[in-house]
């Protein structure tokens, strides 16, 4: 498959911010750049669910989507994603109901099993259950969301008696529904057998750039998850993740994030999430590798044109990109770099140049015929006015 005709454009807002600074405010910067993406034509926004650790502040996406939702127009909205194993489901149903409703339909619900170890630590779950809840968790959702009649069902870790949602969704069947998917495949298994849509971090799996994460074995688990219970999963629903940043030049780019990436890779994927070390040369040079490793996207537009194209090379074709928001730059390059993604790089995957090119190259073609009408134009307009002056 190529590209769609119109790829989607969002973000995927962990957040993450640097241990240190006035959270107050950097949750202030969040729901900015939300607003921002509005005014500039994206098309959805994906707000993570984190309990720990410090990097990731927004516990509730569901807070978030609600105060976005009243400052924003046209954005959708989705969590991004809320981890099931953590609550009763009944709940989670009734949340994300209430917000279709108060949003009009502009609220998607994204699923994880978790992805912080120290959040399921504090809560006293053991890591090893976390996926199997998931899975059934999501399946308890989904009956809310399109069954009428009572649900009693007891599992060994939650209870419905007769539960019934009060309110149906407002979207038909139900909202979007999206699945995480990192490394493991557990993620795009459980996309095919409720045929989900699939969000897949590309993370690097190991320090050689030949190791990325098999995206085309990704979605091949999902596929053959899908057929074996009788679903379909469609690749123009599936989103990639990836840090971006682009600025006028790559040099530019670098620079502004340089410091920022560096940090952001040691102090908190390896150091405070305990990764594996994707480059062991200097901070001031990781941002370089993981660019030129393509594990990242750093550098002009061009550059993040070229890089949407690797990453359909590497995947056999999405259908959205999603932004991993870091707070790596300055505030005001951070924002200028997604006006210039707005600007020139989402009208290259989304048909919106395509008749102004056409127009162009239409007079550029015939400026000379129609240049020499022009010209007789004035030359009668003179010869007229001359006759009625004498």
């Known amino acids: 498959m190529s590209l769609p005709d119109r790829m989607k454009f969002g973000v995927f807002m962990g957040p993450f911010h640097r241990v240190g600074e006035?959270?107050?405010?950097a949750i202030a910067r969040d729901m900015e750049l939300v607003e921002w993406l509005d005014d500039l034509?994206?098309?959805?926004?994906w707000i993570g669910e984190h309990h720990s650790a410090g990097w990731e502040i927004i516990s509730s996406p569901e807070i978030f989507i609600a105060a976005a939702a009243e400052r924003t127009r046209h954005i959708k909205l989705g969590t991004g994603v809320i981890s099931l194993p953590y609550h009763h489901p009944f709940m989670v149903a009734n949340w994300m109901v209430q917000l279709d409703h108060m949003t009009r339909g502009r609220v998607m619900m994204g699923v994880g099993p978790g992805a912080l170890a120290s959040d399921a630590y504090m809560m006293g779950?053991?890591?090893?259950?976390?996926?199997?809840?998931?899975?059934e968790a999501l399946g308890v959702i989904m009956r809310l969301f399109t069954e009428t009649e009572p649900l009693t069902y007891k599992s060994d870790w939650f209870e419905l008696n007769e539960a019934l949602l009060q309110l149906r969704p407002y979207q038909r069947p139900h909202m979007p529904i999206a699945v995480a998917s990192v490394q493991s495949p557990a993620g795009v298994v459980l996309a095919g057998k409720h045929g989900a849509a699939v969000l897949t971090i590309t993370v690097p799996r190991d320090p050689s750039p030949n190791n990325a994460s098999d995206l085309q074995r990704l979605w091949s688990i999902a596929e053959e998850s899908a057929a074996e219970h009788g679903q379909e999963v469609h690749r123009e629903d599936w989103r990639l993740v990836i840090p971006?940043?682009?600025?006028e030049t790559r040099q530019e780019a670098r620079e502004q994030a340089r410091?920022?990436?560096g940090r952001y890779l040691r102090e908190y994927s390896e150091g405070t999430n305990g990764r594996r070390p994707v480059f062991d040369g200097p901070l001031d040079k990781v941002i370089d590798f993981m660019s030129d490793a393509g594990f990242w996207i750093v550098g002009t537009p061009d550059d993040c044109v070229a890089g949407i194209k690797q990453l359909e090379e590497r995947s056999g074709g999405y259908g959205g990109l999603l932004v991993q928001t870091i707070d790596w730059a300055p505030r005001d390059k951070m924002l200028l770099s997604y006006e210039l993604l707005a600007r020139y790089v989402m009208p290259q995957f989304q048909g919106t140049v395509l008749s102004t090119a056409a127009s162009n190259r239409w007079a550029f073609e015939r400026r000379d015929s129609l240049t020499a009408g022009r010209v007789q134009a004035i030359d009668r307009a003179r010869?007229?006015?001359a006759a009625r002056a004498h």
């Open 22 to 25: 006035n959270p107050t405010l």
């Open 41 to 45: 034509g994206f098309d959805e926004a």
């Open 125 to 135: 779950i053991d890591h090893t259950v976390q996926r199997q809840r998931m899975d």
């Open 244 to 247: 971006v940043h682009i600025a």
């Open 259 to 261: 410091m920022g990436a």
């Open 383 to 385: 010869q007229d006015y």
